[in-house]
């Protein structure tokens, strides 16, 4: 069974950083795209960022700038980061990481992130 582990999210100040991991245990395939995504209070869900095996990145347009997703550099492991710097109080949302390939879609259960001064 395909399982997506996130850590790393918490209180923070306005201004302050984070840095977000997520692992992907139960498959030996790696994801063709691995992301993060958010979901706030009375909101829909969101996308934040992905990133493409071949590299290719791609943000919201609300973090562009202050958000960095990367993954994992060694072959065929399923890891991905998000670092979030320069935090706004309109960050705050429970973070989902995302893992996709042709045998699936799969998602963890989320971390929260509070921004709050």
């Known amino acids: 069974q395909v399982q997506l582990v996130e850590s790393g999210g918490g209180l923070v100040q306005p201004g302050g950083s984070l840095r977000l991991s997520c692992a992907a245990s139960g498959t030996i395939f790696q994801f063709d795209v691995m992301g993060w995504y958010r979901q706030a209070p009375g909101k829909e869900r969101e996308l934040v960022a992905h990133?493409?095996?071949?590299?290719?990145?791609?943000?919201a347009d609300s973090v562009k700038g202050r958000f960095t997703i990367s993954r994992d550099s060694a072959k065929n492991t399923n890891t991905v980061y998000l670092q979030m710097n320069s935090l706004k109080p309109e960050d705050t949302a429970v973070y989902y990481c995302?893992?996709?390939?042709?045998?699936?879609?799969?998602w963890g259960q989320g971390t929260q992130v509070t921004v709050s001064s």
């Open positions: 990133v493409i095996k071949g590299g290719t990145t791609n943000y």
């Open positions: 995302n893992g996709m390939n042709i045998r699936g879609n799969y």
